[in-house]
């Protein structure tokens, strides 16, 4: 079946721009997850979402950072005045729900952001 | 908050070594305990994971983890690795969202 996918692959902007992420997590997947993974940090969560609920924004590193989850299923993340330390892959991820961390959770191939 | 720290950044070993990978947590509550693989060009897959049990669990690829509540461990093991076992290893910790380590990059000389 399919997984989470993302798009696009790759994006090369320049300083300054505004850029849009996407994420199609599994069909039925109630909880989106965003990461960011750096060269030599580790993946980094950003954001979750989980059914109706408000999202858990609390890895978000600045205001210029922003993610919306339309219909419970496809997500947006938008970098706004992008500046070169958010140059990184980000990664999309989907679970069935959390049921407090008793569930396997599907990471996307990545985006990878590079900003000049 | 959870938090994983995992010892090693970079393991370079020969093909049939034996391999075992560090990865402590900090969390109070009940752990549900992760370790994923990426391969080169790949993207995240499950290893292995730990919820609840017998705390030596097995995962795909001949890999095994044992869970120490005492150490507060997760430490990753393989008897004998191959050239294909060259990837990035993360470790994670879940409640409702999964806490990555930083990460230990694995090399494995032919």
């Known amino acids: 079946g399919a997984g989470v996918s993302q798009s696009p692959s790759n994006k090369v902007t320049e300083k300054g721009k505004d850029v849009e992420l996407r994420c199609d997590p599994i069909?039925?997947?109630?909880?989106l997850y965003w990461y960011r993974q750096s060269l030599g940090q580790g993946l980094e969560f950003l954001i979750y979402?989980?059914?109706?609920?408000?999202?858990?924004k609390s890895g978000l590193p600045s205001d210029r950072f922003s993610a919306e989850r339309t219909g419970g299923s496809v997500s947006t993340l938008t970098i706004q005045r992008t500046q070169q330390e958010d140059s990184a892959v980000y990664l999309c991820?989907?679970?069935?729900?959390?049921?407090?961390?008793?569930?396997?959770?599907?990471f996307g191939p990545g985006t990878r952001l590079t900003v000049l | 908050a959870q938090s994983v720290s995992q010892h090693n950044h970079h393991v370079i070993l020969s093909e049939a070594a034996s391999l075992e990978l560090g990865c402590n947590y900090s969390?109070?509550?009940?752990?549900?305990l992760f370790w994923y693989v990426q391969y080169p060009g790949q993207h995240l897959q499950l290893l292995l994971k730990?919820?609840?049990?017998?705390?030596l669990v097995k995962g795909i690829k001949g890999f095994e983890a044992e869970f120490i509540k005492s150490k507060f461990s997760f430490n990753l093991r393989k008897p004998s690795v191959q050239w294909s076992d060259t990837a990035e290893y993360f470790c994670?910790?879940?409640?409702?969202?999964?806490?990555f380590g930083a990460g230990t990059t694995v090399t494995v000389r032919a």
């Open positions: 069909s039925g997947h109630t909880a």
């Open positions: 730990y919820f609840s049990g017998d705390p």
């Open positions: 979402f989980q059914g109706n609920s408000a999202p858990d």
């Open positions: 994670a910790v879940n409640d409702y969202k999964l806490s």
């Open positions: 991820a989907s679970s069935l729900g959390t049921s407090g961390g008793t569930v396997l959770v599907y």
């Open positions: 969390y109070g509550g009940t752990v549900n």
